[in-house]
């Protein structure tokens, strides 16, 4: 009963809060002061009733696209970077198995909980952080996007953090979080900057970012595969960072911020005279155009969140999420 009590005490405040945003505005506008369609006005993204609704159809969908190996059933709930990597999923998933998925368990996830940032302009956006039921012990952490009122959410960035991982973020008494602009200044690398300066570290290395899988990993893992006895693997990043594909980013409790960005890379796999390039798994093949017979280029697309320190320091990717989006043969 009490815990009941409380949910409608939350669901109220969110409503209330909105409400009061509204007239706000509308008072603004009626006295002639300035015209006010959200683009100025500082208003939360969506209500958490709003935003738990957005995640369960995003699940509904995710879970109906995955079962029958069918994009369509999941792409109006999805954009940018996740749109890419699960569209490519799913059409290996159907020419493999054009029947469906044979294989499919349902996605799951619990213990949801909602950072939704106050802000003005477009697009309004949230994240959804909750645990999983695939994937090991990870927190799913998703966010939303819409860039208009008519617009549904979709979800751009999916990312999985271990649990404990996902930083306290900054809250106003009502509880909604603080957007930080993409062209901020104060941190060690400004929001728009970091899908640039995160492909220039993985082609020539420095001190931007912390050590780690993603990171000096990556690099060290490419230096080894770089050259073997008869085939040589080149690497080209590059940065996405418009539209859909933009930095988000909401501030940390500590004044730093959580930034959720893109990436492209490409990998080619040259063979050299009288050999062959190594054969890959039924999903590449299903992505590949052309014919593979010496070398084999493969694009794939990668969703990064990262914790941007205030002031200076190395940036610390907490999670990273890539897929192949397609393949080429020479």
């Not at 493999?96 to 950072?115: E, M, V």
């Not at 900057?193 to 993985?202: I, R």
Request: charged share 25%; proline share 5%.
């Amino acid at each position: 009963m009490t815990r009941e009590r409380s949910r409608r005490r939350l669901r109220r405040r969110d409503r209330d809060a909105l409400i009061a945003a509204a007239l706000t505005a509308l008072s603004l506008t009626a006295s002639g002061c300035v015209v006010v369609h959200g683009e100025r006005v500082q208003l939360p993204a969506t209500t958490r009733a709003e935003a738990a609704r957005a995640l369960t159809a995003f699940t509904a969908a995710y879970n109906k696209a995955d079962e029958a190996y069918d994009s369509s059933l999941d792409a109006p709930y999805v954009t940018g970077p996740l749109a890419d990597i699960d569209a490519a999923r799913l059409k290996a998933g159907h020419a493999n198995s054009p029947s469906g998925n044979a294989h499919h368990a349902p996605l799951k996830l619990t213990d949801p909980k909602f950072t939704i940032p106050k802000k003005a302009g477009w697009p309004r956006w949230f994240v959804a952080d909750a645990r999983g039921n695939k994937g090991g012990n990870y927190r799913w952490v998703l966010v939303f996007r819409r860039d208009g009122l008519d617009e549904r959410w979709q979800v751009a960035y999916l990312t999985l953090m271990r649990p404990g991982t996902v930083p306290r973020l900054r809250t106003d008494a009502d509880g909604w979080a603080r957007a930080v602009p993409a062209g901020a200044t104060g941190l060690a690398v400004r929001p728009q900057d970091l899908s640039e300066t995160y492909t220039g570290y993985l082609k020539s290395g420095g001190k931007e970012f912390a050590a780690g899988g993603a990171t000096s990993g990556l690099r060290a893992s490419r230096a080894k595969e770089a050259e073997k006895p008869g085939l040589v693997r080149q690497f080209i990043d590059e940065p996405l960072t418009r539209d859909a594909y933009a930095p988000l980013a909401l501030r940390t409790a500590d004044g730093g911020a959580l930034v959720f960005f893109t990436s492209r890379h490409f990998e080619k796999l040259t063979a050299a005279q009288g050999a062959s390039v190594p054969a890959q798994n039924k999903d590449v093949r299903a992505l590949t155009k052309g014919e593979v017979k010496q070398s084999l280029t493969l694009e794939t697309i990668s969703n990064q969140a990262a914790l941007d320190p205030a002031g200076g320091g190395p940036v610390r990717l907490l999670g990273r999420v890539q897929g192949l989006t397609s393949a080429q043969g020479d």
